[in-house]
């Protein structure tokens, strides 16, 4: 590189203020391209990033705006949900003094009492006998099969409900099986589990299947069976 004025056979030292222009070899001039075409491209990508960053700071702006919206949107719903919850406690509170009135009123008529307290379920029928299970799960070897046998011990009531035969049946069913659960500590099985798990548990578990329920002249009446011994 060489540092020249308007004598062109003399040179200055670069911090000098004679020279005017400066003269540079190929390679010299080839890095400075190199360079300058860096620096350009350095230029170009940042624009882009420029740009990116405008059209972020634009999605950011859209983005809050639609937050805004959704959460009005989020509070509008909270309340008709609050609202609809607070409806159903006072209808569910409705419904629970009148099925307690219907109780108590049934309970009078058939002579239970304390009328306030017991749960209208009077026993009618009760038998007690054991019931075989056996089936068939595959086994270690690949096409062998292993047979499991158990024998339940098992009780089949028949007893009659404080719900009117005029009340919808849907609605009673309903009704029975919370009975059941509240006052007996039953759960509803549509059928015994053919598998090792339930019967391992057998013992830990109270449960009653086959519910049929069954209109008569006035009060619907109920057939279960349970393995537990219900007291009355």
Not at 11 to 16: D, G, L, N, W
Not at 20 to 33: A, I, M
Request: aromatic share 14%; hydrophobic share 30%; charged share 35%.
């Amino acid at each position: 590189m060489k540092f020249q004025g308007k004598n062109f056979f003399l040179e200055y030292a670069e911090h000098s203020e004679e020279w005017t222009k400066v003269t540079l070899t190929r390679e010299e001039f080839e890095d400075f391209r190199k360079k300058e075409i860096s620096l350009e491209e350095v230029k170009r990508e940042n624009h882009l990033k420029d740009l990116r960053i405008l059209e972020l700071e634009n999605l950011l702006d859209t983005n809050k705006s639609e937050n805004t919206k959704l959460k009005n949107e989020q509070t509008l719903l909270k309340s008709e949900i609050e609202e609809k919850e607070n409806q159903n406690k006072i209808l569910t509170s409705q419904n629970e003094n009148l099925l307690r009135m219907n109780r108590e009123r049934s309970n009078a008529e058939r002579k239970l009492y304390p009328k306030k307290l017991h749960n209208g379920y009077v026993l009618l029928h009760q038998e007690s006998y054991n019931k075989n299970y056996n089936f068939k799960v595959k086994g270690d070897y690949r096409g062998s099969y292993k047979t499991f046998n158990y024998n339940l011990e098992l009780s089949k009531y028949r007893l009659e409900t404080p719900y009117l035969c005029n009340l919808e049946l849907n609605f009673i069913k309903n009704l029975i099986l919370d009975d059941i659960k509240k006052y007996y500590d039953l759960d509803y099985l549509n059928e015994i589990p053919k598998n090792i798990e339930f019967f391992n548990k057998i013992k830990i578990l109270n449960f009653f299947f086959n519910l049929k329920i069954i209109n008569s002249n006035k009060y619907y009446l109920i057939e279960f069976n349970t393995n537990k011994n219900l007291s009355f």
